[in-house]
Structure formats: C-alpha cells, structure tokens
Nanobody, 129 residues
Framework: QVHLVESGGGLVQAGDSLRLSCAASGRTASIYSIATMGWFRQAPGKEREFVAAISWSAGSSNYADSVKGRFTISRDNAKNMVYLQMNSLKPEDTAVYYC???????????????????WGQGTQVTVSS
C-alpha cells in the first residue's frame, strides 16, 4: 500500500514562487508500480481540476493550459518524491493542491480524476493580490 503526503503550501503574494512536494511511502514494490503522478487543485466552490502530470519512470510530463510556462512538475525516484514548482503565481491559483498516483500504464499521461487511484490529503496554496 502507498501513501501520499503533500507539503509546501502557504500564503504568498502574486508573482511569488512556491514549491510543493509530494512524498510517496509504503512498500517499495508498490511505489515502483506507479505509472504516473499528477497534481490537481480545487478552488473554493469549484470542481477539482488537473494541473500537471509526470511519468514515474520516463519523466515525460504535461500541463494544463492555465499553468503551462509557469509551473514545472518533476520527480526524484530515489527519494520517492514529486514536486510542483510554481512561479509567477496568480490569485486564481489559490486552491487546495493534491497529488495523486495512477497505477495504470496508458498511452498518454492521465489528466482525468477517475484515472487516479490514490490521493494525498492536499495542501493549501493562497495567493494574495
């Protein structure tokens, strides 16, 4: 069984940067079976939405259009960590950010919520104007 724990959220001003971390823990064999790690976010009163995803083995990634060019997803397999570097933050980036794991091998990186099998508890990011 794998557990995901996010950290790094906080209160920042517009234009600032923030790096979120997601730690995967559990049985080594289970962690190795992760295919894709994703970041999602949910703002108050809105549905949870895709932010970014990265292949756990190959390192390929994709992004939502709203964050492309500002956010970077990365992973450190040796540490079982996934990161989301967020630059040029905007007030509309305010949300609870969740990391998630997809254990299915797919032709493309999953962007849909039902594709992800495991979720962290979330970390709050607040961007003031």
């Amino acid at each position: 069984q794998v557990h995901l724990v996010e950290s790094g959220g906080g209160l920042v001003q517009a234009g600032d940067s923030l790096r979120l971390s997601c730690a995967a823990s559990g049985r080594t064999a289970s962690i190795y079976s992760i295919a894709t790690m994703g970041w999602f976010r949910q703002a108050p009163g809105k549905e949870r939405e895709f932010v970014a995803a990265i292949s756990w083995s190959a390192g390929s990634s994709n992004y939502a259009d709203s964050v492309k060019g500002r956010f970077t997803i990365s992973r450190d397999n040796a540490k079982n960590m996934v990161y989301l570097q967020m630059n040029s933050l905007k007030p509309e980036d305010t949300a609870v950010y969740y990391c998630a794991a997809d254990f299915s091998r797919r032709m493309t990186l999953a962007t849909m919520i039902p594709s992800y099998d495991l979720w962290g508890q979330g970390t709050q990011v607040t961007v003031s104007s």
